[in-house]
């Protein structure tokens, strides 16, 4: 806006020092040149905006402006999902996780089990729901440069427009709502038992011994999150809430973005000091938008896979010891302990990088993705200075 506002006193103030001399202005009046300056405010699907134009000649014009599209907010409901079904039909299942535990001597009250007790209070006292609501917010602001071709010489009103628009790469912006964090947090905590869970229900206690490992509903259900679709090698693609949890996402369109269009043109008041200008074209985006998101999880959600020598290869199951490797857990190569296993993301691409998905994510990104262009129908009312 600083650099609109700065345009538009450049221009006002040249025209003012041309007006005052008088001999220049005769001259390049003559030329049609710079003989009169309109500003105009608009509306239209770019939003709210204002502009300044001079004529170069009897058959061109120069229009520069300023567009904003006010930050409104679509609300859409984002589903959250584990491999075997919704994520709250587990939460009774994992909150006697501790009572199972205790039957094979483990006490999470005891010395070393503080922060695993903490992430089991975490999850249960947090209200757990099969989807998350998300805010989606435009952020169309732009700058633009346009040049207004007149070709008929007996009629000013049709005029064919080129020139382009300059903005924020960051098109749009999608993130849950604030009310919705506790519930993020569950589902961050519900993961972070899921990692841990191995250590201290299967290490700790030779649960796997007891034959009963396989029925657990950490390894029925595995890691919590959004489902994006497949990778283009079909693994699953999983996004989890961030460390502050949150669930992100943002649409990217280029800078700059070539304009062209049809504009109709009319005096409203006989002193022609009132004009009305119509437009309509197409902003050229330059290729499809993205869409990237953070903390996405590539999962090999295959079964299980050995090579000849007997070495794990992927997929999600138990080995012929009866460790477990799932989705974001796994023993450790070269030890009998488990950690975080699966291959985390950043900046996936859900338009370009991922297939198959689901339900209403699904038919956002199927809908951006085919708008490679964005439509203009703007109305322009203007005042003409002299």
């Not at 001597?105 to 010395?111: A, E, F, H, L, R």
């Not at 503080?114 to 209070?121: A, D, G, L, N, Q």
């Not at 006292?125 to 346009?146: A, C, G, I, W, Y």
Request: aromatic share 12%; proline share 4%; hydrophobic share 35%.
């Amino acid at each position: 806006m600083k650099k609109f506002v700065l345009l538009f006193f450049v221009l006002t103030l040249s025209a003012n020092m041309l007006a005052q001399d008088n001999s220049q202005v005769s001259r390049l009046a003559e030329k049609g040149i710079l003989n009169h300056l309109d500003v105009g405010v608009n509306v239209g699907t770019l939003g709210f905006g204002v502009d300044v134009a001079v004529p170069v000649g009897d058959y061109v014009r120069i229009r520069a402006g300023y567009s904003y599209m006010p930050r409104f907010s679509i609300k859409s409901d984002f589903n959250i999902e584990t491999r075997n079904g919704s994520i709250s039909s587990l939460v009774s299942k994992v909150g006697k996780i501790d009572d199972k535990l205790a039957q094979y001597g483990v006490d999470i009250n005891s010395p070393g089990f503080e922060e695993y007790k903490e992430m089991f209070e975490k999850f249960r006292n947090v209200e757990v729901r099969d989807h998350v609501t998300m805010s989606l917010k435009p952020n169309l602001h732009q700058f633009k440069f346009l040049v207004d071709v007149l070709p008929f010489k007996n009629n000013k009103h049709w005029s064919v427009t080129a020139g382009f628009f300059v903005g924020p790469s960051t098109a749009g912006e999608a993130c849950n709502l604030e009310k919705e964090t506790l519930i993020l947090e569950g589902i961050n905590a519900y993961n972070a038992i899921y990692v841990d869970y191995p250590e201290h229900g299967i290490k700790s206690t030779w649960l796997h011994e007891d034959g009963k490992a396989k029925d657990d509903p950490f390894y029925r259900y595995g890691v919590a999150g959004f489902n994006l679709g497949t990778f283009a090698d079909g693994d699953k693609a999983i996004m989890v809430p961030d460390k502050d949890n949150k669930a992100r996402a943002e649409m990217t369109i280029s800078k700059i973005r070539p304009y062209l269009g049809l504009g109709y043109n009319t005096h409203l008041t006989r002193d022609h000091k009132w004009n009305l200008n119509i437009d309509a074209g197409v902003l050229i985006l330059c290729g499809k938008p993205k869409i990237y998101a953070d903390n996405v999880y590539k999962i090999d959600a295959s079964p299980i896979r050995f090579d000849e020598s007997g070495n794990y290869l992927g997929g999600i199951g138990f080995d012929e010891d009866d460790f477990y490797y799932g989705d974001i857990v796994g023993r450790i190569p070269g030890t009998y302990n488990y950690g975080p296993y699966g291959e985390l993301r950043n900046n996936v691409d859900l338009v370009r990088d991922l297939h198959n998905i689901p339900g209403k994510v699904g038919d956002m990104v199927n809908t951006i993705s085919k708008f490679k262009v964005y439509p203009n129908a703007s109305v322009t009312v203007s005042y003409r200075l002299f």
